[in-house]
């Protein structure tokens, strides 16, 4: 439940959390590989659980592609989890505070149909590489 305040009053707004899975706050360096119509595009990753992924991006082709996997990478490279299978759940643009010409777009997406073996990596990276679990607001 979140408390809202309006014109001095106060107002109760239910929330529901749809996801099945926790959300975890990755760390700085990791990043999603998806592929575009001419070059691949890069997101950083804002949140991640075994269910799925949020990521923020900037849109460097407007061309859509019917692609539904993408790659998760840390800046080392070490790790690496190629051709994640996903379904959009939805992709938004991000307003800017700081009121910048570049265009920014969050995504969220849900993991469908992985491997045991690509759950079973995704499992591993998350607990070695997250900072903090994702609060929702009370």
């Not at 014109?7 to 990791?30: C, I, L």
């Not at 799925?52 to 998760?72: K, M």
């Not at 996903?86 to 009121?99: M, R």
């Not at 998350?126 to 009370?138: A, F, G, K, S, T």
């Amino acid at each position: 439940m979140l408390l809202r305040e309006e014109n001095g009053k106060e107002y109760r707004v239910e929330t529901y959390e749809k996801r099945q899975n926790s959300r975890f706050r990755a760390r700085n360096d990791a990043y999603v590989i998806f592929p575009t119509a001419t070059v691949p595009s890069y997101g950083f990753i804002l949140n991640i659980g075994i269910g799925g992924v949020c990521f923020e991006y900037i849109p460097i082709d407007d061309t859509a592609v019917d692609s539904r996997v993408l790659d998760i990478v840390l800046d080392d490279s070490v790790r690496r989890f190629n051709n994640l299978p996903f379904k959009i759940i939805f992709d938004i643009e991000v307003a800017d505070p700081c009121y910048s010409p570049v265009t920014m777009r969050r995504r969220g997406v849900e993991f469908v149909n992985l491997t045991a073996q690509q759950q079973s990596d995704l499992e591993d990276f998350i607990y070695q590489n997250v900072v903090e679990p994702e609060q929702l607001p009370q």
